[in-house]
């Protein structure tokens, strides 16, 4: 039978409004979706994550560095985790050392805040301080709360054997070209052997004369090495790059070097007791050469008689003027010092000296002076002779 015969026969099915349709069809949807554990949105639905084992990432950056029997260990503690969460505590490590042959075996542990810089230092056993040199291998692990690794750190390889023995004896004294520094040899010593000496400026904001008058003070590094071969030296070595008025601290070691398995690795003698040694320029400048005098009669300077003078110019950085000297030959007077126009000093390497007689004769010598005061020794005296009328 046909819908139309049923609704023609009085039989009709009750007519079910369309909003309620679409509800029911639409509820059942949903519950289809939920039963099946999935989740209505707009997006894919997403996978399960397995929990975070929260390891840190290794380290990636750890040196070492032998000085007598230790070595000292540097790296930095990470900030995330291998699958990038931040690290909010403090991270515990574990070093370790091995030979290049045997499993690495733990020396000790340290802790340190994410980011930033760990150190550790391992005394080295008398077995591995004494003897031939030959290499060793530190690595560090880096552990999570439940004292688990993602994997060691790269790594760093030391000097094992018998250090060199210290410097002794260490002075230092000044002269104008530097700091000489003196030590003791040692018989004992590997002719291979070298100086380590390591200068440290310990007034860095204290003003440099020898920076010239005029100019801005001279800047110089905090810390300086300077590495001095003892295959043919005796004991001495020149420190050129100090600066006057300064005050330095030296400390010098021994430094043997070996190259083991291919990689150039050193071990350094414990370090000499330190010195220091204030700088100060108390060195005048170079006596002036090329000195000339030249009298100028009064009828050709307007009636007033002269002398002009001039010399070579010095070549010191920190030169702050010239000084002048006269001698009255003819009135058998001393010495005198003259005086530029209205006192101000004597940069250029000139003079005129409009205090003459004519038919006199006179003597001159000229000195240079630093920035600290300090006078170099009078030049050789010429003599002029100041025409008459």
Request: charged share 20%; glycine share 6%.
């Amino acid at each position: 039978m046909n819908d139309f015969s049923m609704r023609s026969a009085g039989s009709r099915i009750p007519r079910v409004p369309v909003y309620l349709v679409r509800c029911a069809i639409a509820t059942l949807f949903v519950a289809a979706v939920v039963a099946a554990g999935g989740v209505l949105g707009c997006g894919m639905a997403a996978s399960p994550q397995p929990p975070s084992l929260k390891l840190p990432k290794p380290v990636h950056d750890l040196a070492a560095a032998r000085v007598g029997d230790r070595v000292t260990l540097a790296w930095t503690a990470p900030q995330r985790t291998t699958d990038r969460l931040r690290i909010e505590t403090p991270v515990r490590f574990e070093v370790c050392r091995r030979s290049t042959t045997a499993p690495c075996k733990k020396v000790g542990a340290r802790t340190a805040a994410p980011g930033k810089a760990a150190q550790y230092i391992d005394k080295l056993p008398a077995r591995l301080a004494s003897g031939p040199p030959r290499a060793i291998v530190y690595q560090v692990l880096a552990l999570n709360q439940h004292g688990r690794t993602a994997g060691p750190s790269n790594p760093a390889v030391a000097l094992a054997g018998a250090a060199p023995p210290p410097v002794e004896n260490l002075t230092a004294s000044e002269i104008e070209r530097g700091v000489v520094l003196h030590w003791r040899l040692n018989p004992a010593a590997p002719p291979a052997t070298s100086v380590e000496l390591r200068r440290t400026l310990l007034n860095p904001s204290t003003p440099n004369p020898r920076s010239g008058q005029g100019l801005p003070v001279a800047t110089e590094p905090t810390q300086q090495t300077l590495r001095v071969s003892t295959r043919s030296h005796t004991g001495t070595a020149l420190d050129t790059g100090i600066q006057f008025n300064r005050k330095y601290k030296y400390v010098a070691a021994r430094i043997a070097e070996a190259t083991v398995g291919g990689q150039r690795l050193r071990v350094s003698s414990v370090p000499s007791q330190p010195i220091v040694i204030a700088t100060r320029d108390t060195f005048p400048p170079a006596v002036p050469t090329g000195l000339a005098a030249v009298p100028v009669p009064a009828s050709m300077n307007n009636g007033v008689p002269e002398v002009d003078l001039s010399w070579l110019a010095n070549t010191e950085p920190d030169l702050a003027q010239y000084r002048v000297y006269r001698r009255d030959l003819t009135a058998a007077s001393p010495v005198r010092r003259l005086a530029s126009k209205n006192s101000t000093p004597i940069v250029a390497p000139a003079f005129r000296d409009p205090h003459v007689q004519s038919g006199r004769t006179y003597a001159y010598s000229v000195a240079a002076v630093d920035t600290a005061g300090n006078e170099s020794s009078r030049s050789a005296e010429v003599m002029a002779t100041v025409p008459g009328p």
